[in-house]
């Protein structure tokens, strides 16, 4: 299974011992660059697709908020997937227009660009039944940039994980105010070049590779135990 909540959900319910295999990346090389000047917008990026209880409002209304709060900030929020039908007349609302840049579908190959070279990027898990067993692949997808992640999650496996990974701001999935805050102590700390860096040690056993030789090492045991018993014959 991908995450221990899922794990300990399944033990509960069953006697076995389930393993945990969670979602990893996949190693890209990449001759993308991070612009080190400050002298433009910092740039927010989103990769995916909003669909059931993962939706862009609270990360919405939480830029309005942090632009209310603090008018200098200077900000781009890159949307590259799907929208929900209700993305354009809440940008309005918000008068969040001149922040807001919506790419359409991209490419798995330009996805990892446009995460290579983000300032920031954020994902969110929302309320929703057994959301504590809910860890997207996206995710990992994100680790392996190694650029700082908000993640707008409840308590449970995501939030887990981004707490290891360490270059994470975390707030409740409904809690916007609390999510200004994290935008705007980004933004600070992308204007004095203080961003958080990820612990590497968590994210290089993340590489697909490394997945492979777990699951495979995993196998392996497995086949010599069933011969040792001979129930393998």
Not at 39 to 51: A, E, K, L, N
Not at 120 to 143: D, E
Not at 153 to 159: E, I, K, T
Not at 214 to 227: I, P
Request: hydrophobic share 40%; with cysteine.
């Amino acid at each position: 299974t991908v995450s221990q909540p899922i794990a300990e959900s399944i033990q509960a319910r069953h006697a076995v011992s389930p393993f945990v295999l969670p979602h990893g990346y996949d190693a890209v090389e990449s001759n993308a660059v991070v612009d080190t000047s400050r002298d433009r917008p910092m740039r927010i990026v989103f990769t995916g697709v909003f669909y059931g209880a993962q939706q862009p409002d609270t990360f919405l209304h939480a830029l309005r908020r942090m632009l209310d709060q603090h008018p200098t900030v200077q900000f781009i929020a890159v949307f590259a997937g799907l929208l929900p039908s209700q993305f354009t007349s809440l940008v309005e609302q918000l008068d969040l227009s001149g922040h807001i840049e919506t790419l359409g579908y991209v490419s798995t190959g330009e996805a990892a660009e446009l995460m290579a070279t983000a300032d920031v990027l954020w994902m969110t898990v929302g309320h929703q039944k057994q959301a504590a067993q809910i860890v997207t692949s996206k995710l990992y997808a994100y680790f392996g940039s190694r650029r700082p992640v908000l993640g707008l999650v409840p308590r449970g496996a995501a939030r887990d994980q981004l707490e290891r990974y360490g270059a994470s701001r975390i707030a409740d999935p409904d809690d916007a105010d609390r999510a200004a805050d994290h935008l705007f102590s980004l933004y600070d700390d992308w204007l004095n070049d203080r961003l958080p860096t990820p612990n590497t040690e968590f994210v290089d056993v993340l590489e697909g590779r490394a997945i492979a030789a777990r699951a495979g090492a995993r196998l392996d045991r497995v086949v010599e135990c069933h011969r040792g018993t001979g129930t393998g014959r």
